[in-house]
């Protein structure tokens, strides 16, 4: 029986031990206060966080999925539109899309980033489609120059999903600032995660802030005046507080990121492994380690047996499940996005992971390999 300790996937009580006392004073600070839904946290975060991304607007949500759906709405999407989108992604960027009433049509991606590939987009385009989701996978921003191309020339609306891309950036711009709007999780895996559920909406669209800010309230206009159907999504004061404290050390967390991946793709030089690219370097902010590998399935093995904390993202593309059977799509439509699908694990990676763990990693990578 090995003595050495489990390699977690991911450490979120290390990271809570260093903001344990300041959140605590936070939440001391908000229960005397007494204000707990929109108060002054939420308030300050969602300027900081509109500024952080550089953008006009930001609006607390309840969740990454509420962000999506909200922003959807808020566009005019639903009944008899398309969006065009990938089907390499969690299942809340077509779940929303299905949500306001549309069709998600999924295209293939990039063998490279994970991203969704813009001449797959082109290529799909009909006149039922209204919007592009492109989601910035693993922490890569897409080829946002080529996919705003595309929706200039076509009249159709942007929405970036950003849960897994915080601080990543395309052609000098954060992701989420780009498109006509941008969808962020707060979920706790994420780069800049809560110690619960939280969403954030961001725009330079005066027209998308007033609508969402309706649409999160129950479509009020102002107190008990409701002019729409909405909802009840509304970012919580306790985790806007976490938030923010942790927002001011995100560039140090990025950094953190960037140098455990950074030593990863070095230590997998001449290996059967194929790391992650990054196509520009401020492009991948490794909110996964996601490679390629021959023998995934025997090399997660070893590692699961190892104690080494591993995830499989993903191990099926959105348009072979079960739940869009009806959209027709079959396998070898998508062959780059199926093939992944076969090929790829996600490894540790989170600031101040010690490099003896990446050590440890890579040795048994290498060993499942030979």
């Known amino acids: 029986m090995s003595d050495l300790k489990p390699v977690p996937f991911l450490d979120l009580s290390a990271q809570f031990r260093t903001l344990e006392r300041e959140w605590l004073d936070a939440i001391r600070e908000t229960g005397s206060r007494g204000s707990f839904i929109l108060g002054p946290h939420t308030q300050a975060f969602e300027k900081e966080f509109a500024e952080a991304v550089g953008v006009k607007h930001a609006i607390g949500v309840a969740n990454g999925t509420d962000s999506l759906y909200l922003s959807l709405r808020a566009l005019g999407i639903g009944p008899g539109d398309e969006v065009i989108t990938t089907p390499w992604t969690f299942f809340a960027s077509a779940e929303s899309v299905s949500m306001v009433g549309a069709t998600p049509v999924f295209v293939d991606i990039r063998p490279d980033t994970f991203c969704i590939d813009p001449d797959s987009i082109v290529k799909r385009l009909s006149p039922k489609t209204k ?6 996978i693993f922490g890569h921003a897409c080829d946002m120059d080529a996919i705003m191309q595309i929706a200039k020339d076509r009249k159709l609306a942007v929405l970036e999903d950003c849960a897994q891309s915080y601080g990543a950036r395309w052609g000098g711009k954060v992701t989420g600032s780009i498109g006509d709007a ?3 999780s707060f979920y706790p895996t994420k780069v800049l995660g809560g110690y619960g559920d939280g969403g954030m909406i961001t725009t330079n669209r005066d027209d998308l802030h007033d609508h969402v800010r309706r649409l999160r309230n129950h479509g009020a206009a102002k107190p008990f005046m409701h002019v729409e159907i909405g909802m009840n999504s509304r970012l919580d004061e306790i985790q806007a507080a976490v938030l923010r404290l942790k927002l001011r050390t995100i560039d140090r967390d990025l950094a953190g990121r960037r140098a455990i991946a950074a030593e990863y793709t070095k ?3 001449g290996t059967a492994v194929k790391p ?3 196509l520009k370097p401020d492009a991948h902010v490794y909110n996964l380690y996601t490679a390629r590998l021959p023998k995934r399935d025997a090399v997660r093995e070893a590692l699961t047996a190892a104690q080494v904390g591993t995830s499989l993202c ?10 869009y059977k009806h ?4 396998a070898g439509d998508l062959p780059v996005c199926e093939q992944a699908s076969g090929e790829v ?14 050590e440890r990693v890579c040795a048994i990578i290498g060993q499942a390999l030979r």
């Open 276 to 278: 992650p690219v990054a």
């Open 267 to 269: 230590r997998f030089a």
């Open 131 to 136: 919007a592009i989701l492109p989601v910035h």
């Open 182 to 184: 941008g969808s962020f």
């Open 327 to 330: 959209l027709g799509y079959k």
């Open 345 to 358: 694990l996600s490894v540790p990676v989170y600031p101040g992971m010690p490099l003896d763990h990446v």
């Open 314 to 323: 993903y191990p099926q593309g959105l348009h072979l499940q079960d739940v």
